[in-house]
């Protein structure tokens, strides 16, 4: 039960800033529950199916999700995230916790830079005047779904701080829309990675459940939040969380 009630918590945050939260999870696994890191990127990886279910249907209702873009992005994704998967069964353990957790700080920097350089950085000069249209939206969907697909397939991270670097700096979303949005881009990404994972033999069922069970109801009930809470505080949020998921795999390898 003690999986069930920590995962829970977390789900309530993810849910919060739009995340999957894959990363985070695979920390708390790995660190905290001792599990093996290829076990833990599977079953986080999986788990994610139904916890970005439960927390898209929430903010599609609180009408934070662009349907078209995530749609497109994700089809994208899933193809990268099973590729991404089968890399992650050649990577030693040790050197596959260090490489999660470089990731993972790497989400938080560049969600800190976004968030509060964006006007002097490289992101203001790259987003757009207009959402994209015909082919360069089509070129802007392949590049950013395949690139998070293989780094959460590889990582299992599901990639949501570039998922929602990538639609706040191409696609020109709003914050909350991009957390909305990036929810039901994972939704493929995790169904095919997590496929990646089980072909491999890297899900344990019973862990599923537990970790599955907690994270979507918490999810649920985060995702009315993100309307609801300062907008300051779901930037904080945004950043927090990789940068504390990649200190704790460092802090357990």
Known sequence: MLIFFTMFGLGLLLGFIGAGGAGTVIALLVTVFGVPIHTALGTSLSGMIFTTLSGAFSHFREGNIVTRIGTAVGIFGAAGAFTGAKIAVFLPSNDLKCLTAGMLFLCGILFFIRFYFASTG????????????GFRFWTA?????????????????????????????????SIQQAAGTTMLIILPIALLGGLGYLTEGYLDAGLFLKVTAGLMSGSYMGAKFTNRLPLPFLKAAMVSVPILGGFLLLWGS
């Open 122 to 133: 490289i992101f203001s000069r790259l987003e757009p005047d207009s959402p994209p249209a």
């Open 141 to 173: 969907a392949c590049g950013l779904g395949i690139v998070t697909g293989i780094l959460s397939g590889t990582f299992g991270i599901g990639a949501t701080p570039f998922i929602q670097i990538g639609l706040l700096v191409f696609f020109g979303m």
